[in-house]
């Protein structure tokens, strides 16, 4: 699941090279050496392993990279020829979006979405590619004291706007594959990371329930009592201090519901084994991490 905002210590590990069967030459990459090495965003990276554009190994929660993969997949890419107009360049289309969020300027920011939309970018991509990275950038900026608390507000208001205006064009005719219960923890003030998760799932036939931002454990444990043909409940926490919240949801639902798969994810939640120790059934990195998830829960 997706955040504005990055969070405390990372958990890793052993030894990566444990987590992948016979590594062809030496150790294998994680995402984020994989992104610094290449000089490009983390979900960057990420969307070259999901089109199936650079081999990975996922194991512990987390993708790995062979280090050969890695330099064939960058002497390809080199010697590939000039892009062709229309051609997707999500890095472009982030900078610019990032800007006008940042602005607060709601016209500006939709004129980049529906640039992309146009240019014939699925709006799932829009979302994971584009607007997604934007505001993880733009929560890294304000932690780091290059954007004001006043610039971070207006560009996720922008934000939720932006995902409004898409939400139609995730609606699918149908019966829906199963019922999922979104909501950001108690204390969390973050809806946006629900809100982007929501219509992904839409998007793959899902139908949801979001609770949106500081969900009672309360709200929660209704919302799952009350849902028929409920598949798995959903949980975001977008900073360290919103982990117990995460905890104590996950207990009350489990008294209630035992058998229900929950997921966390968020900034604050970076691994499979931190969301194990959360009480969770596992970890989504994203909204597409979340609809992976899912895929083995349907039939």
């Known amino acids: 699941m997706t955040g504005t905002q990055g969070s405390g210590g990372r958990d890793r590990d052993d030894d990566p ?5 016979s590594p ?28 199936g554009r650079l081999p990975a190994a996922h194991s512990g929660g987390r993708w790995w990279v062979d ?10 890419r080199s010697a590939a020829p000039p892009a062709r ?45 584009v ?34 205006r898409l939400g139609p064009l995730f609606a699918r005719r149908g019966r829906p594959r199963g019922i999922v219960v979104l909501a950001a923890v108690a204390g969390d003030p973050h809806s946006l990371p629900t809100a982007m998760v929501a219509d992904v799932l839409r998007g793959e036939g899902y139908a949801l329930v979001d609770l949106g931002a500081d969900a009672p454990v309360r709200s929660v444990v209704e919302a799952v009592g009350k849902t028929p043909r409920l598949l798995a409940l959903g949980l975001s926490a977008g900073a360290d201090q919103h982990l117990e919240a995460v905890r104590r949801t996950v207990g009350a639902v489990r008294a209630e519901r035992p058998e229900l798969p929950i997921y966390v994810g968020g900034p604050a939640v970076v691994s499979a084994r931190q969301a194990t120790d959360l009480g969770a059934n596992g970890w989504a990195a994203d909204a597409a991490g979340f609809a992976d998830l899912l895929e083995g829960l349907t039939p």
């Open 67 to 76: 280090p050969a993969d890695l330099d064939r997949f960058v002497a390809q």
């Open 24 to 51: 062809r030459s030496g150790h294998p990459l994680d995402l984020a050496e994989v992104a610094r090495r290449l000089d490009v965003h983390y979900m960057t990276a990420y969307r070259y392993i999901r089109l």
């Open 85 to 129: 107009r229309g051609d997707w360049h999500p890095e472009a289309y982030r900078t610019r979006l990032g800007e006008r969020m940042v602005e607060g300027d709601e016209a500006g920011a939709w004129a980049v979405v529906e640039s992309s939309l146009v240019s014939g970018v699925a709006p799932k991509e829009v979302i994971l590619g």
């Open 17 to 21: 090279a444990d987590q992948v069967d």
């Open 131 to 164: 607007l997604a990275p934007a505001m993880r950038a733009i929560g890294d900026g304000w932690q780091e004291g290059r954007y004001t608390v006043a610039e971070e507000h207006r560009a996720s208001t922008v934000a939720l706007r932006l995902v409004g």
